[in-house]
């Protein structure tokens, strides 16, 4: 049956539910999908269907397909370590300024505890999106819109990541919470030390749980 969705913006919406699709899985990677199966599936134009590929597209949830269509990535080893490296490039440098003052953003405590909820629920996409809310919170925090516009770029990608390795059944939702809350600790502390190697071993993990899915 055909997907109902709500108002205000039809392609917000639209954009919404293929992201919650893909990033639960029921989409999975390598999937292509078209123009004319979006406007079946969730009743609606097909202007809408094309708005709503573009926007995933660009926000690397999707690449594009030929033909009106779009994929949904299946990541190499290298697309996973590239990715990770240039995350943690940005997200250094947006911790270690924040440890400077001290300041731990307050979205970031809000994706923590929600973190902590979804761990108690074990429910793996509220988690990773916590997850991600968590990091461009810190991102945000430092006020540098290039650094910002250098991280959404590779932001929708990392979501997805993140959500496939949670998928494999690899990862230990409390641990990565702790990970997390670990770096806001550091952070409050202002010991850059600790605030460099808590981010380290909560990026570090993610990705070498993914590289070893891939391997497996």
Do not use: N
């Not at 997907?3 to 539910?17: I, K, M, N, V």
């Not at 292509?32 to 134009?45: D, H, K, L």
């Not at 953003?105 to 923590?112: D, G, K, S, V």
């Not at 988690?127 to 819109?145: K, M, N, W, Y």
């Amino acid at each position: 049956m055909p997907g109902q969705l709500e108002t205000p913006s039809l392609t917000d919406s639209l954009s919404a539910a293929l992201r919650e699709r893909i990033l639960s899985g029921e989409v999975a990677s390598g999937t292509r999908i078209t123009e004319a199966w979006v406007t079946a599936e969730f009743a609606v134009a097909r202007p809408t269907a094309k708005a709503s590929l573009e926007r995933l597209t660009k926000d690397g949830i999707l690449r594009k397909g030929a033909r009106k269509s779009a994929i949904v990535p299946t990541f190499s080893a290298e697309d996973i370590r590239d990715i990770y490296y240039s995350r943690e490039s940005v997200e250094l440098r947006a911790v270690l300024t924040l440890t400077e003052t001290k300041t731990v953003p307050e979205e970031a405590r809000r994706a923590l505890r929600s973190m902590e909820r979804a761990t108690e629920d074990a429910d793996l996409v509220d988690h990773a999106e916590a997850d991600i809310t968590f990091h461009r919170a810190l991102v945000e925090a430092v006020r540098s819109p290039r650094l910002q516009r250098m991280h959404e770029t590779i932001m929708g990608e990392a979501q997805l990541c993140i959500a496939q390795v949670q998928r494999s059944k690899l990862t230990d939702l409390e641990m990565v919470t702790r990970e997390h809350s670990a770096i806001l600790v550091a952070v409050a502390s202002g010991d850059s030390i600790q605030a460099s190697l808590a981010l380290g071993a909560d990026l570090h993990g993610a990705r070498d749980r993914l590289l070893g899915d891939l391997e497996a």
